[in-house]
């Protein structure tokens, strides 16, 4: 696998400085650049897509939780790494999925362990899977959802609709049938019109189908990954929302 790209965001230029020596020391990263704010890390992500963002919070302009509500958006499996002298914005960060929340002044050793945690994760080496059964709750009645797209507007069997989720700040449906859709409606307003015992909100990017799910594996400190039958694209899940799955299944 190629190296994860990785961006650095702080406006002490020290702490650039000690987090690029830090990448060199982690095997398997390519650091791929640094910013000094907010406008500076999202120019910055947007031209370079990065696997990797150790971010502060407080930046001059945007700050690092609405730089990375925006991350989020882009693309919601960019794995986000608070690194901060700041306490009080924990909650926050892990509000928008943290994977990791460094205190300053903090030991070498321990953003190694993090940075490989994140490698091993990434490279799809999560630990035990959760088995899930792919039954849907309830069987349902074929029917079809009309989706407006940029080249017009398609008609697709609710039973071959995989998985939508937030993707380049669209929104973007796979289907069995390898047909891909993007829209600019809402997942919220998406969410309404799909039928909620056969599709689920597992995170605020994503939207599956639950006939699909194959396997659920860790991958952040509060997010587990969902493998789905029929595709090769995986969705995201929260703890919380992964424990009401599994009564959903129950």
């Known amino acids: 696998m190629n190296d994860l790209k990785a961006v650095i965001a702080d406006d002490d230029a020290g702490m650039r400085l000690v987090m690029r020596k830090i990448l060199g020391q982690a095997p398997g990263y390519a650091f791929a650049g640094e910013a000094g704010d907010g406008e500076t890390l999202m120019s910055l992500y947007d031209a370079c897509h990065p696997d990797v963002v150790i971010l502060d919070v407080e930046m001059p302009g945007l700050s690092g939780i609405e730089c990375a509500k925006r991350i989020q958006d882009a693309n919601p499996k960019t794995v986000l790494i608070f690194a901060t002298a700041h306490e009080k914005y924990r909650g926050d960060a892990f509000e928008v999925y943290a994977f990791d929340y460094l205190m300053k002044p903090f030991k070498v050793e321990r953003v190694l362990k993090t940075l490989e945690l994140v490698r091993s994760r990434l490279n799809g080496n999560s630990g035990d899977q959760v088995d899930a059964d792919t039954a849907s709750p309830r069987e349902q009645t074929p ?60 995170h605020k990017s994503y939207i599956i189908n639950l006939g699909a799910v194959k396997s659920v594996s860790p991958y952040g400190r509060w997010t587990y990954v969902i493998k789905l039958e029929g595709t090769e694209q995986d969705a995201l899940i929260t703890h919380e929302k992964f424990e009401e799955m599994q009564k959903r299944f129950a």
Request: no cysteine; charged share 35%.
């Open 143 to 202: 029917t079809r959802l009309m989706i407006r797209h940029r080249d017009g507007v398609a008609f697709v069997d609710l039973k071959d609709l995989l998985l939508a989720q937030r993707e380049d700040r669209a929104t973007v449906l796979y289907t069995a049938s390898g047909q891909r859709f993007v829209t600019g409606e809402t997942l919220g307003d998406l969410e309404e019109r799909l039928p909620k015992d056969a599709f689920f909100r597992s």
